[in-house]
């Protein structure tokens, strides 16, 4: 009799070990990017101080169009020797990293 009990614990606990719930755990990661608005504005409405800034640093960059969005920040397309790229500036005429 002692050993049916013996052999029936030993089974039952051996199962019980494939019985056990393995939490699982999803993470879920919520990532939103924002898009900031630019609207084209003609070449000569550009500040004077971006148009100065610009000569100064870039001196051989040709301006070929400039937008700009409601923080007054300005992106402005440009072309050097060939190659298209974007700039943007404040107001005033500062870099501005993006």
Do not use: W
């Given at each position: 009799m002692k050993k049916l009990i013996l052999s029936a614990a030993i089974v039952?606990?051996?199962?019980?070990?494939?019985?056990?719930?393995v939490p699982n755990t999803i993470q879920v990661v919520k990532t939103t990017t924002t898009q900031e608005e630019y609207t084209e504005v003609k070449l000569e409405e550009v500040p004077a101080a971006i148009?100065?800034?610009?000569?100064?640093?870039?001196?051989?960059?040709v301006l070929d169009k400039a937008y700009i969005n409601a923080a007054k920040e300005y992106?402005?397309?440009?072309?050097?020797?060939?190659?298209?790229?974007?700039?943007?500036?404040?107001?005033?005429?500062?870099w501005i990293q993006k």
């Open positions: 039952l606990g051996s199962i019980s070990t494939y019985a056990a719930i148009i100065e800034a610009l000569k100064g640093a870039y001196s051989k960059t992106k402005l397309e440009v072309t050097m020797d060939g190659k298209k790229g974007n700039l943007f500036a404040d107001e005033n005429g500062k």
